[in-house]
Nanobody, 117 residues
């Protein structure tokens, strides 16, 4: 089993920045991809950004150029630096980790990000 704990959400004004962090614990040796998804009220959960243990990144078009995902393999953490935030970025952000050895994905409990003036 893998446990994921997110931190760093909150309320920010449009144009502001936030940094989300996620720490993984447990059977982390099998994890390949880590990343972030988000779910706005009444909408499906969508990919925001992912990063492999080799450093390959993938971003949703809506966040390219504004968000940066990073990873510390030694500490089993993944971060999401969010700049130039917009009201449309308001959502619950979930940390995700995928283990091909376990044939499953793991999810954090979610952290609320609200962008509003």
């Amino acid at each position: 089993q893998v446990q994921l704990v997110e931190s760093g959400g909150g309320l920010v004004q449009p144009g502001g920045s936030l940094r989300l962090s996620c720490a993984a614990s447990g059977s982390v040796f099998g994890i390949n991809v880590m990343g972030w998804y988000r779910q706005a009220p009444g909408k499906q959960r969508d990919l925001v950004a992912t990063i492999t243990n080799g450093g390959t990144t993938n971003y949703a078009d809506s966040v390219k150029g504004r968000f940066t995902v990073s990873r510390d393999n030694a500490k089993n953490t993944v971060n999401l630096q969010m700049n130039s935030l917009k009201p449309d970025d308001t959502a619950v952000y979930y940390c995700n980790a995928y283990s091909p050895l376990a044939f499953r994905a793991y999810w954090g409990q979610g952290t609320q990000v609200t962008v509003s003036s």
